[in-house]
């Protein structure tokens, strides 16, 4: 099993900056992936950002690249998610989530946290 618990959320103007954190524990949690999804209000979550933490490979939505970066801190066993130049649509709920090789949709998520991005 494992355990994800995020932080780092807040209020923030359009092009400013934040960075989540999302602290993981379990046995098994480093021979998988952990992303980064968002949920708007009424929307669907979407996938913001991976990291494959035996080799951190990252991959990136189109709507963040270059904005966005996706990190691993082998000693804190943390993944965070620096983002600058945040925009409106930026704002959700931001969860990160674990998944196996093997796994074809994530399978523990954290419980998420809230990012405003004001205009």
């Known amino acids: 099993q494992v355990q994800l618990v995020e932080s780092g959320g807040g209020l923030v103007q359009a092009g400013g900056s934040l960075r989540l954190s999302c602290a993981a524990s379990?046995?098994?949690?480093?021979?998988?992936?952990i992303g980064w999804f968002r949920q708007a209000p009424g929307k669907e979550r979407r996938f913001v950002a991976s990291?494959?933490?035996?080799?951190?490979?990252?991959i990136y939505a189109d709507s963040v690249k270059g904005r966005f970066t996706i990190s691993r801190d082998v000693a804190k066993n943390t993944v965070n998610l620096q983002m600058n130049s945040l925009k409106s649509d930026d704002t959700a709920v931001y969860y990160c989530?674990?998944?196996?090789?093997?796994?074809?949709?994530?399978?523990?998520w954290g419980q998420g946290t809230q990012v405003t991005v004001s205009s």
């Open positions: 379990g046995p098994t949690f480093t021979s998988g992936f």
């Open positions: 989530g674990w998944r196996g090789r093997s796994d074809l949709a994530y399978v523990y």
């Open positions: 990291v494959y933490w035996k080799i951190n490979s990252t």
